[in-house]
């Protein structure tokens, strides 16, 4: 598979894919607020030479894309210097294949970023390294906290309705806790590839 | 007295696996009807697909991979039913 400019016109851009979501765009617009960019960084990408186009695969009920594809959304509004198309993961496996994760996992969102000759100037997949670390060492401090919760490997519904309940809140309450954290590196891994153009 | 068995489905719903989650458990309502006391719905994160029985873990995508063959786990729900 081959991204050229044909394939890479068949994408949606980013208003029409969140005009055919069927779930979560209130959550995904809700993010997109929430996004906090900073001066250094947008000047960054609004510093391109050109514009860099991303194609992005994605699907309206991944969590990882309701929570990142935001970020990549405000950065191409409000730099200016983002060409972005989306595909959808599950109509469009041929991109998929060519971007697996660990190069097993049809994991996304995938951000693939090309310069004017739709060459390659690199990817991103899910999310970054540095969230995942950070909210599995926030997982293992709630356990460790509330041994009620018992073993962080053990199935959940063993735990009793109340106790799972309140699990839930906790995870729910990581992953808003860390959501300026997560944003701010999404946006530092993103500005490390797109700025490969500059050099 | 008949026994009461419970299954639990515990999914990531933040996967998308909801229809990998109804399919099982038609399949387990039809297959078993009233023998089953419930067939309870667990919406979890983390990718998550885990099937149980009383309590005993059947299937598990973290520990089996995928989510299971229907027949295969439909098999595993019918030998702890025997049991």
Partial sequence: MTIDRTRFDKGLTYDAYKEQMTRNRDRLEANEQRVDLSKEDLAAFRALPRTVKVVVLAEDWCGDVIANLPVLGRLAKDSGKLDVRIFLRDQNDDIMQRYLNKGQFKSIPVFVFFDDNFRELGHWIERPASVTEVRAKRRKEIFAAHPEFGSPDAPVDQLAEDVRVRLQGELVKVQHDTMKFANAEVVRELREIATRVAA | ?83
Avoid: N
């Avoid at chain 2, 068995?5 to 039809?30: F, N, R, S, W």
């Avoid at chain 2, 667990?42 to 998550?48: D, F």
């Avoid at chain 2, 149980?52 to 229907?70: A, C, K, N, Q, Y």
């Fill in chain 2, 1 to 83: 007295m008949t026994e009461a068995h419970k299954v639990k489905i515990t999914y990531c719903a933040d996967c998308g696996y909801e229809p990998q989650t109804l399919d099982l458990a038609k399949a387990l309502m039809l297959e078993f009807g009233s023998r089953l006391s419930c067939i309870e719905l667990i919406p979890w994160e983390g990718g998550t697909f885990d099937v149980s029985v009383d309590g005993e873990l059947i299937h598990s995508m973290t520990r089996d991979g995928g989510f299971g063959e229907s027949r295969a786990i439909t098999d595993a729900v019918r030998a702890r039913l025997s049991a």
